[in-house]
């Protein structure tokens, strides 16, 4: 039975830090176009039904709802999604005031957002002439008394500067912002507008805009204002990523797909990436994947393209297949933990889900040759191997990274040791954290290990843990840092995969580094830290790969 974990506040008290944490390992973020919803705000969904509600489900334009659909019916079962636009417009609700308006804009763009506000004076004195109360309402359909969300604000004043004023109330709702100057008098009370009806209320105008197709721009979005892309940094943590086509007839370009590679890297999780469209045969994948001007061990990539139904067509359409393969993946990790899913069942396609072309057993030995995995449809058959892939071919340097167990393996790993040691940023270094870093994750380490995670006969062959001294230097502690290095044997005992890990004031970081898996065994690991590792990391002087998981550049 695992440790319970204590609070933070304890941990930096004195007590034991709280155990490290086995995170989920499929959550998938998905980026794209939707009908309605929140922009640019990472936002968890656990079912389709879910998305359908907040994000208005399957629309013809967008290739989004299509794949968050595949996700689902195909095993998974948490999602991030994250909504972006091109030129999309929110509705306005204008409120009569005198001679002139109130006006407010939606904060959601598009043509499915239904708004409507009542002003009343309930409650408020007779000389206060510059207040009342706003009522705004977000409707499931136009004209209907179907309320989603709802927002009271009580005593608002149109008197710029004042303590209630409608800039500083608006600036903190969710449904509304101000649209334009404050008029000089109040809003007018709403009259119902039906017979026996006691609230009134106006209804937002008809302006709303769905937007343009989305563009490579779209997606990839600013760093500095959080969209697009870089939404998801800061938000939840996810493990998959997949950005869908931006139309089902154009793919997303190479620039989106090196940005959220380095997204993902500062994540620990892997990107799905989707076929080009004009892989539409054998010899086609195999021509474009050994001349792709893209490879990384934080992508993975599923062949053939999918057919299925599509609900809103009527008839069988073809779909890149990104949703698909998070939802089986996702369904594999239901099966077998993440380290045993080289030999766990493999699964397959549901009905009606099928690939566009049948292959071989040759023909899908030849593909993951260059990197590319092949979708099933029925079970493999007895004795036949299938092994995922990350988007490497058999000539990359890192081999041990081209099978995708193992990068899931070792991007977990990374991924629970960093939220796991954060505390460290509250305490600082110094001899007791280290002792107290080395217990924590040694133990969670050895908790892995009787479960069969790695390789070796003997935790010393298994893993090891090093804070010390020897990472940290007076400067460090000085500075409030603290630096640990962890190693796994996810193949043979002895050979370890090493991973660093930085905490420090603004922000924490952790990337892979490399030993001579050759010169060193389980006895040799302390001699090879002390001479190669620890040369390597103070000529790098700390420098980190990619993005640092804080946000900002490495």
Same mark, same amino acid.
């Given at each position: 039975?695992?440790?319970? #974990?204590? #609070?933070? *506040?304890?941990?930096?008290?004195?007590?034991?830090?709280? *155990?490290?944490?086995?995170?989920? @390992?499929?959550?998938?973020?998905?980026?794209?176009?939707?009908?309605?919803?929140?922009? =640019?705000?990472?936002?968890?969904?656990?079912?389709?039904?879910?998305?359908?509600?907040?994000?208005?489900?399957?629309?013809?334009?967008?290739?989004?709802?299509?794949?968050?659909?595949?996700?689902?019916? &195909?095993?998974?079962?948490?999602?991030?999604?994250?909504?972006?636009?091109?030129?999309?417009?929110?509705?306005?609700?204008?409120?009569?005031?005198?001679?002139?308006?109130?006006?407010?804009?939606?904060?959601?763009?598009?043509?499915?957002?239904? /708004?409507?506000?009542?002003?009343?004076?309930?409650?408020?004195?007779?000389?206060?002439?510059?207040?009342?109360?706003?009522?705004?309402?977000?409707?499931?359909?136009?004209?209907?008394?179907?309320?989603?969300?709802?927002?009271?604000?009580?005593?608002?004043?149109?008197?710029?500067?004042?303590?209630?004023?409608?800039?500083?109330?608006?600036?903190?709702?969710?449904?509304? +912002?101000?649209?334009?100057?404050?008029?000089?008098?109040?809003?007018? +009370? @709403?009259?119902?507008?039906?017979?026996?009806?006691?609230?009134?209320?106006?209804?937002?105008? =008809?302006?709303?805009?769905?937007?343009?197709?989305?563009?490579?721009?779209?997606?990839?979005?600013?760093?500095?204002?959080?969209?697009?892309?870089?939404?998801?940094?800061?938000?939840?943590?996810?493990?998959?990523?997949?950005? $869908?086509?931006?139309?089902?007839?154009?793919?997303?370009?190479?620039?989106?797909? &090196?940005?959220?590679?380095?997204?993902?890297?500062?994540?620990?999780?892997?990107?799905?990436?989707?076929?080009?469209?004009?892989?539409?045969?054998?010899?086609?994948?195999?021509? !474009?994947?050994?001349?792709?001007?893209?490879?990384?061990?934080?992508?993975?990539?599923?062949?053939?393209?999918?057919?299925?139904?599509?609900?809103?067509?009527?008839? =069988?359409?073809?779909?890149?297949?990104? !949703?698909?393969?998070?939802?089986?993946?996702?369904?594999?990790?239901?099966?077998?933990?993440?380290?045993?899913?080289?030999?766990?069942? @493999?699964?397959?396609?549901?009905? $009606?889900?099928?690939?566009?072309?049948? /292959?071989?057993?040759?023909?899908?030995?030849?593909?993951?040759?260059?990197?590319?995995?092949?979708?099933?449809?029925?079970?493999?058959?007895?004795?036949?191997?299938?092994?995922?892939?990350?988007?490497?071919?058999?000539?990359?340097? +890192?081999?041990?990274?081209?099978?995708?167990?193992?990068?899931?393996?070792?991007?977990?790993?990374?991924?629970?040791?960093?939220?796991?040691?954060?505390?460290? +940023?509250?305490?600082?270094?110094?001899?007791?954290?280290?002792?107290?870093?080395?217990?924590?994750?040694?133990?969670?380490?050895?908790?892995?290990?009787?479960?069969?995670?790695?390789?070796?006969?003997?935790?010393?062959?298994?893993?090891?843990?090093?804070?010390?001294?020897?990472?940290?230097?007076?400067?460090?502690?000085?500075?409030?840092?603290?630096?640990?290095?962890?190693?796994?044997?996810?193949?043979?005992?002895?050979?370890?995969?090493?991973?660093?890990?930085?905490?420090?004031? !603004?922000?924490?970081?952790?990337?892979?580094?490399?030993? =001579?898996?050759?010169?060193?065994?389980?006895?040799?690991?302390?001699?090879?830290?002390?001479?190669?590792?620890?040369?390597?990391?103070?000529?790098?002087?700390?420098? *980190?790969?990619?993005?640092?998981? &804080?946000?900002?550049? *490495?």
């Amino acid at each position: 039975m695992q440790p319970q #974990p204590v #609070p933070a *506040a304890e941990a930096d008290q004195g007590s034991a830090p709280a *155990a490290i944490e086995r995170l989920p @390992t499929a959550v998938t973020a998905f980026i794209g176009r939707a009908l309605k919803g929140p922009l =640019n705000t990472p936002t968890p969904v656990g079912s389709f039904a879910e998305f359908q509600r907040l994000f208005g489900g399957l629309w013809q334009p967008s290739t989004l709802g299509y794949a968050i659909e595949q996700y689902f019916e &195909h095993g998974g079962r948490e999602a991030l999604i994250v909504r972006v636009v091109n030129g999309a417009r929110a509705p306005s609700l204008r409120l009569p005031a005198g001679r002139g308006q109130l006006l407010l804009r939606g904060r959601q763009p598009g043509t499915r957002e239904y /708004l409507r506000a009542s002003v009343d004076y309930d409650g408020i004195a007779d000389e206060a002439t510059d207040q009342f109360n706003l009522v705004v309402q977000r409707l499931q359909q136009p004209g209907s008394e179907l309320v989603e969300a709802q927002e009271i604000m009580r005593g608002v004043s149109i008197t710029p500067g004042s303590e209630r004023s409608v800039e500083r109330l608006l600036a903190r709702s969710r449904l509304v +912002r101000l649209g334009g100057p404050l008029p000089l008098e109040r809003p007018a +009370r @709403t009259l119902p507008s039906r017979p026996g009806a006691v609230v009134g209320y106006v209804a937002a105008a =008809n302006d709303g805009a769905d937007g343009a197709d989305l563009t490579d721009y779209d997606l990839i979005g600013d760093a500095t204002r959080g969209t697009g892309l870089f939404a998801l940094r800061g938000g939840p943590r996810f493990s998959l990523l997949c950005v $869908p086509p931006l139309s089902r007839s154009q793919d997303i370009g190479l620039t989106t797909l &090196h940005v959220a590679t380095q997204l993902c890297r500062a994540q620990q999780a892997l990107l799905i990436v989707d076929p080009p469209s004009s892989w539409d045969s054998v010899a086609a994948a195999l021509a !474009g994947a050994s001349h792709w001007a893209f490879q990384s061990e934080q992508a993975l990539l599923y062949f053939p393209r999918l057919l299925a139904p599509d609900r809103l067509r009527g008839r =069988n359409e073809l779909f890149a297949g990104c !949703g698909a393969a998070a939802g089986l993946i996702a369904r594999g990790d239901e099966i077998s933990p993440l380290w045993a899913a080289a030999a766990g069942e @493999t699964p397959v396609l549901r009905a $009606p889900y099928r690939p566009q072309i049948v /292959l071989d057993e040759v023909q899908r030995a030849r593909l993951a040759q260059v990197g590319v995995n092949c979708f099933d449809h029925v079970r493999p058959a007895a004795g036949a191997v299938r092994s995922a892939r990350t988007l490497l071919s058999e000539n990359a340097a +890192r081999g041990e990274w081209r099978y995708l167990p193992a990068r899931r393996l070792a991007l977990w790993l990374q991924a629970c040791v960093l939220e796991g040691t954060r505390w460290t +940023r509250l305490r600082g270094g110094g001899p007791a954290t280290w002792r107290a870093v080395c217990e924590q994750v040694g133990s969670f380490l050895e908790s892995l290990a009787e479960s069969g995670a790695f390789a070796g006969r003997d935790d010393s062959e298994r893993f090891y843990v090093i804070c010390d001294e020897r990472l940290n230097g007076a400067a460090d502690v000085a500075q409030g840092r603290c630096s640990l290095l962890f190693g796994f044997a996810a193949w043979r005992g002895g050979e370890f995969q090493s991973c660093l890990v930085t905490h420090e004031p !603004g922000g924490s970081s952790v990337r892979a580094v490399t030993i =001579n898996r050759l010169a060193t065994s389980g006895a040799k690991v302390s001699e090879e830290i002390e001479t190669a590792i620890l040369r390597q990391l103070a000529s790098e002087s700390g420098a *980190a790969e990619g993005f640092a998981s &804080h946000g900002a550049p *490495a």
